[in-house]
Every structure is written in structure tokens, then in C-alpha cells.
């Protein structure tokens, strides 16, 4: 496995779309074969990928890398938008010259991936999106949003990773909860808040039933939002497959992981490009 931070070797042909820098991504590099892209969720990074890429580099080669903002890649220095995030995983796919590549993202990630389908379809072979939807517009997606920013700017980012991590595990799994509050508590508190804002009011639902690429989606049978909210949205899409990990939360790849990395190889293999298949 090559692990590729910052400082080493990042492909300096990427722009950060929010700014005039250079973007600079850290990211892993694992395996050999078709190409796959994994998009982490806010205020993650690409450890919380460590079973997926340990089992899927055994069959392809697989890419994880930090968004802006999180992990060891740089800070984000000012607002960003959904757009920007897509076109930044966008330019990472251009500059490891790897499109048309899969694409699976969670959460944020998830939204990311969907953001990626409706701008830049020429680089994705196919997508799965992990507990995530194509529009979080609602009123009580917009209350809890505001209520993760006033929690951060009040009380610090310990009780807030405190928070959410008691909200993506049960008090069994409390081995999981401290590691995730660690992970969450050492994200940038600025740029977890334009993350966050990036959110607010997001939707790609109209652009993305124009899009006719393979879709998966998986979502945990206790995610934060219900099974039926994607039954809803799935059925308006085309090419839309969706899977349901019983005994699963918001955080499935850590959760069952087995039973997701089954379902996400099974996906894969059955919808590898001729050129794939045939070697």
C-alpha cells in the first residue's frame, strides 16, 4: 500500500476550485486492476475506508484520498460549496489519470458522488453512494446543520465529535465511538464548519434523473435518515439499485464492513468495462 501525504509526491497540477492555491491531497494508493475512488464523509478521512481498501486492493486498485479540510490534506481557507468539493475529486481523477474510474462515497462523500455524476459524468464508470441522498433541503436537515455549528463555535469541537460519534454507534459499540470522536475531534473546526455550511440547502435530484450511469445505493437499516427516504429518491432515478445492511448505522463501512464489502464487490465485478473484463 503507497500512502501519499501532502509533502509527498501530491500531483501539484491540482487547483483548489475555492481559492487560488494549490490543493494539495493526501491520499492511498492500494492494489492493481480497475480503478476506484473512495470519498470519505465530513469531519472523516480516509482511515475510516481501512477495511474497504484492505479487501477491495485485492481486487482493483483502489484510491482514498482526504477532501480539503480534512485529514492530512490542507486547510480549507474560505467558503466552499458541493461543486467545489466534486470538482476537486474531479481534478484528483484527471491528474491520476484515471477516469472513467468507480466512485463510492459515504455520507458528505455520497454527496460528493452524486455533485460528480451531474457535472463531470465523463469520469465515472459507475458510483455507489453509502448512506447519503441527492438533496438534504429540508427543514430538519437545516436545523441540525445550524445546531453542529452552534455546538462547535460554544462549546469546542470535543463535545461536538462527543456527539455525533454517540449518534453513529451504539453505547455496545464503545470501542468504535471513542475512536470515531477522536478522528472528529482532530478535524479543522474552521473547515468542518464550511464543510458543514456546504450542505445547507444542497440538492441535485432534478440533474441527476438525466444521469444514466450504474447507481448503488447501500444504506444502513438504522441510518440517520429512513430506509423509505431512498426507496423514494431511488425510484426516481434511472439505473438506481438499492441495498439495505440490516444491524447497520450511519457509519456502515465500520459497523459490517463484510457485508458491505460484499456488496460493493459484487457491484463492482458485474459492472466492469468490456476492456476490464476481457483482461
Request: glycine share 6%; proline share 6%; net charge neutral.
Amino acid at each position: 500500500t503507497e500512502v501519499v501525504g501532502m509533502h509527498h509526491a501530491a500531483p501539484a497540477s491540482i487547483q483548489c476550485p475555492c481559492c487560488t492555491q494549490p490543493l494539495h491531497p493526501a491520499y492511498i494508493k492500494a492494489g492493481a486492476g480497475q480503478p476506484i475512488v473512495l470519498v470519505h464523509g465530513l469531519g472523516s478521512s480516509v482511515l475510516d475506508w481501512e477495511q474497504q481498501i484492505d479487501y477491495l486492493s485485492q481486487f482493483y486498485q483502489v484510491y482514498a484520498l482526504d477532501l480539503p479540510g480534512h485529514g492530512l490534506s490542507d486547510k480549507l481557507k474560505g467558503p466552499i460549496q458541493m461543486s467545489d468539493f466534486a470538482d476537486d475529486v474531479a481534478n484528483f481523477i484527471a491528474a491520476m489519470d484515471i477516469q472513467p474510474c468507480f466512485v463510492i462515497g459515504i455520507s458528505m462523500g455520497g454527496m460528493i458522488t452524486l455533485q460528480l455524476l451531474t457535472q463531470s459524468p465523463e469520469l465515472v464508470h459507475a458510483a455507489a453512494i453509502i448512506n447519503s441522498a441527492p438533496n438534504f433541503d429540508s427543514l430538519k436537515i437545516r436545523l441540525i446543520i445550524m445546531l453542529r455549528i452552534i455546538l462547535l463555535r460554544v462549546f469546542g469541537p470535543k463535545l461536538l465529535a462527543r456527539t455525533v460519534a454517540n449518534n453513529l454507534f451504539t453505547p455496545s459499540q464503545k470501542k468504535y465511538r471513542e475512536i470515531a470522536s477522536q478522528r472528529i475531534a482532530a478535524t479543522d473546526r474552521n473547515s468542518y464548519i464550511l464543510s458543514l455550511k456546504a450542505i445547507f440547502g444542497w440538492s441535485v435530484l432534478d440533474a441527476l434523473k438525466t444521469v444514466d450511469k450504474k447507481l448503488l445505493v447501500i444504506t444502513g437499516d438504522r441510518d440517520y435518515t429512513p430506509v423509505s427516504h431512498k426507496q423514494e429518491y431511488v425510484a426516481k432515478l434511472n439505473n438506481a439499485h438499492l441495498e439495505i445492511v440490516r444491524d447497520s448505522g450511519h457509519a456502515t463501512p465500520i459497523d459490517q464492513p463484510g457485508r458491505l464489502n460484499t456488496l460493493l464487490h459484487e457491484f463492482l465485478a458485474s459492472n466492469l468495462p468490456a476492456v476490464a473484463q476481457s483482461s
